[in-house]
C-alpha cells in the first residue's frame, strides 16, 4: 500500500490502481465527466474538439485527454477527441504516438541496427586479421 499526494490539490491517498488522485478530487472529476458526457451525447455536440468541450463544460484539456486515454470518452463516438503524441504533441486517437513518429523510431531503429553490425563486422575483421599476424 503506498501512500502518495494527491496532483491535484496535494492531500494524501491511498494510491489504488483505479485511481490516481484523492477522494476528494475523484468525485469532483466524475461530476465534472459526467457534464461532459451530458454535453457530448447532444447531438450538435458530438463533432466538438477537445478545446470546445473544455470552453463549454469547464473541464481542463488534460482531463478530457485522460478520459480519451483512458477510453471513457469513445473516439468511435466522438470522432473529434484525441489526446497528444508523447513524442511531438499530434493530436492522436491510439496508442502514445503517432503516425510520424512511430516511423521516424523505426527508421532510426533499423539504421542503428545496421550500424551494429557494420561494427561488429569491423571489430570481426580486425580480429582475424590480428590473429594471422602472431
Not at 496532483?7 to 461530476?31: F, H, L, Q, W
Request: proline share 3%; charged share 35%; with cysteine.
Amino acid at each position: 500500500m503506498d501512500l502518495l499526494n494527491c496532483p491535484n490539490c496535494g492531500e494524501i491517498y491511498v494510491n489504488n490502481s483505479v485511481r490516481d488522485v484523492c477522494n476528494k478530487c475523484y468525485r469532483e472529476e466524475e461530476a465534472l465527466f459526467d457534464t461532459v458526457y451530458r454535453f457530448l451525447r447532444k447531438q450538435e455536440n458530438r463533432s466538438a474538439r477537445i478545446e470546445r468541450v473544455s470552453e463549454a463544460t469547464g473541464a481542463p484539456e488534460n482531463l478530457l485527454y485522460k478520459w480519451v486515454k483512458r477510453g471513457r470518452l469513445h473516439t468511435t463516438q466522438f470522432p473529434n477527441l484525441g489526446y497528444p503524441c508523447d513524442r511531438c504533441g499530434n493530436i492522436i486517437r491510439e496508442g502514445k504516438l503517432c503516425e510520424k513518429c512511430n516511423a521516424d523510431i523505426k527508421g532510426e531503429l533499423e539504421v542503428f541496427e545496421m550500424e551494429k553490425e557494420r561494427l561488429e563486422q569491423l571489430h570481426k575483421s580486425s580480429y582475424y586479421s590480428q590473429e594471422k599476424r602472431k
